[in-house]
Structures are given as C-alpha cells and as structure tokens.
C-alpha cells in the first residue's frame, strides 16, 4: 500500500493554503481513511498512479470546498500536482485507457492532454473518495464539520479572565459550523451532493 510518507513531501505543497496546516491534517486523516479502505494499492506502476490520483483528488476536493465555505479561490494545475507526485505520465496515459476505454477516445489531443486525463480521473474517483469519507465519518454533516474546522484555530485572541466566556470562544473557533449560513451553507450541499457543486 502507499503510505502518507510516500507522497507526504508532494502533499506539503498541495495543501497549503492555511498557515496553521489544517489542510494538510485533513489530507493525512483522508489519506489514512483511503488506505485503511484499501484504495491505495501500489503493487504496480499502474496501482501507484492510481493511488497517486486519490491525493490529486483530495487536493480537488479540498480547494472547490475551500472556494465555496471560505471564498478561497485557487484553480489548481493537476499537471503540476502530478509533476510534484512524480506521475510517470506514460503510465497515467495507460491507466486513463484501461480503466475508461470508451471516455478516453474522447480526450483532445493538445498541449493540455494530461491536464484533461487528470480532470476525467479525479471526477471518476471522487465519487469513491466521498463514499470512503462518509463510512469513516458518520454522515455528510460529519464530513463538513471536519473540513471547516481545518480553516480554524483553537487559540482564543480574548484577555477577557471569564472562563465562561472563553470557553465558548473556543467552541466556536473549533467548529466554525455551528453556525451554517451563507458560505457554510454553499459547503455543507456541496459535501452533502457528495463533492458536487
């Protein structure tokens, strides 16, 4: 199976978006959840490139989440993401065509070829992905409530001594999610349509 270490270097810089690396941690529990799924496999080049792919769309999946919750927009390059993961691309042509014959005579043939590969497979895993996540917590809900939580810090900025007070701040700065309106709410349909906007 490929570990987190495996593809831990390329993850550092696909999930960067928060300074305190709750994006990061999120990619590792989901990672963790993937291979404890055994979807992970990389008994063979063609499994390696597969599994690599998980991570391309965990990072997908991740940024249309973050545009939607925290109107963070990142269009990210897959061709890049698959040049940090060190894709043989020969090997992600292969697999593209043995795993989906009848779409891969459909893919243009220009100067954004792997770019377009790599679009097709992350929408053919991500239903896969959600499926894993959902088993691993609980529900929809429980989905957003960990993803939202990765754009928030549990330190509390107040001097204020009351303990009461505090402690609620807290709770509110670990789970951003008790109040769902207006961005949230774009994020929880999106979990809840299972990565689909």
């Not at 490139?49 to 391309?56: E, F, P, R």
């Not at 545009?67 to 292969?94: C, K, M, R, W």
């Not at 701040?169 to 961005?183: F, H, Y």
């Amino acid at each position: 199976m490929l570990e987190w270490y495996d593809v831990s270097d390329a993850a550092g810089e696909m999930f960067k978006m928060w300074v305190e690396g709750g994006d990061l941690e999120w990619a590792e529990e989901s990672w963790d959840h993937l291979l404890a799924a055994d979807m992970l496999a990389d008994e063979s080049l063609l499994d390696t490139v597969k599994s690599k792919c998980h991570l391309i769309t965990l990072a997908v999946i991740y940024l249309e989440f973050a545009a939607l919750t925290f109107e963070e927009d990142v269009e990210p390059s897959l061709t890049d993401y698959a040049s940090l993961l060190e894709i043989n691309l020969v090997a992600l042509g292969v697999y593209w065509a043995l795993a989906h014959p009848k779409a891969a005579n459909s893919i243009k043939m220009d100067e954004n070829l792997t770019e377009n590969i790599l679009r097709r497979i992350v929408e053919r895993l991500r239903s896969n992905v959600y499926r894993c996540l959902l088993k691993a917590d609980g529900n929809a809900m429980g989905i957003y409530l960990r993803m939202a939580a990765t754009a928030s810090s549990t330190e509390v900025v107040d001097d204020d001594d009351d303990d009461e007070d505090q402690s609620q701040a807290t709770v509110q700065r670990e789970n951003p999610a008790l109040e769902i309106t207006g961005p949230h709410m774009r994020g929880l349909q999106y979990v809840e349509c299972g990565f689909h906007e």
